[in-house]
């Protein structure tokens, strides 16, 4: 699966993404990430790729011509021979769709995905007539889309045949049915002591019965409060 991210920030990325099961990902040729600075499409010796509000106000609103070169760029020729189910490009933006795990699955079954990072008071308005999406990672303001973008490559990514070590590693686990989190874990050692406190392992996870631990792990999972 291939990832195009559009940004005036392209080394944001460097740290995350050459890191962990990103990076491995990347090593098998499973998934494919392209940083793309905007300022490469800007035309004016300054390289801008924002400007004042019309109407007044605080901020600076990154442009729509630029923007549009960039997409046009990318888009051709790949997205001349892929489908509408398997191409898609995003605008980041807290007015956006809200982000999910439904959506993470929905995305893994593209080829390719663009992802534009907003900054400042956000994009021109018109950017929304050249993407299939507006998406938001929460109920909340960022400085930027990058982070956004990281948030959906990862999630993304980790449900993709061959990404996560072990293929049972994603079917269990929180938001795999809306709503439900996963049951707790543990690990050694068996009795975890602090002062005169002792915090002692569920005895049926060491029982060695299957069953019952999946009787366990049923009746321990959660619901997310909303």
Request: proline share 4%; charged share 30%; hydrophobic share 40%.
């Amino acid at each position: 699966m291939r990832f195009d991210i559009i940004t005036i920030f392209p080394k944001i990325f460097d740290s995350y993404f050459g890191e962990s099961i990103i990076k491995r990902a990347q090593a098998k040729k499973l998934v494919k990430i392209n940083i793309h600075n905007l300022r490469d499409w800007a035309t004016d010796k300054h390289k801008s790729v924002d400007d004042t509000p019309y109407g007044g106000g605080a901020g600076m609103v990154m442009k729509v011509d630029v923007l549009y070169r960039a997409l046009a760029k990318l888009k051709a020729p790949a997205f001349a021979k892929a489908s509408a189910r398997q191409a898609k490009v995003v605008l980041l933006s807290a007015k956006g769709k809200t982000w999910t795990q439904a959506m993470a699955r929905k995305y893994a079954k593209l080829d390719r995905v663009i992802l534009i990072c907003g900054r400042y008071e956000g994009v021109d308005e018109r950017v929304k007539e050249f993407v299939d999406e507006e998406i938001s990672v929460g109920d909340y303001v960022l400085t930027g889309g990058e982070l956004a973008a990281a948030v959906i490559v990862d999630s993304v990514s980790r449900l993709l045949p061959g990404v996560l070590g072990n293929k049972e590693s994603a079917r269990d686990e929180s938001h795999t049915k809306p709503g439900v989190l996963e049951y707790p874990h543990y690990t050694k050692p068996e009795v975890f002591t602090v002062g005169r406190k002792q915090y002692a392992v569920p005895k049926v996870l060491l029982s060695g019965n299957h069953k019952k631990i999946e009787e366990w792990r049923k009746k321990n999972l959660k619901t997310k409060n909303r």
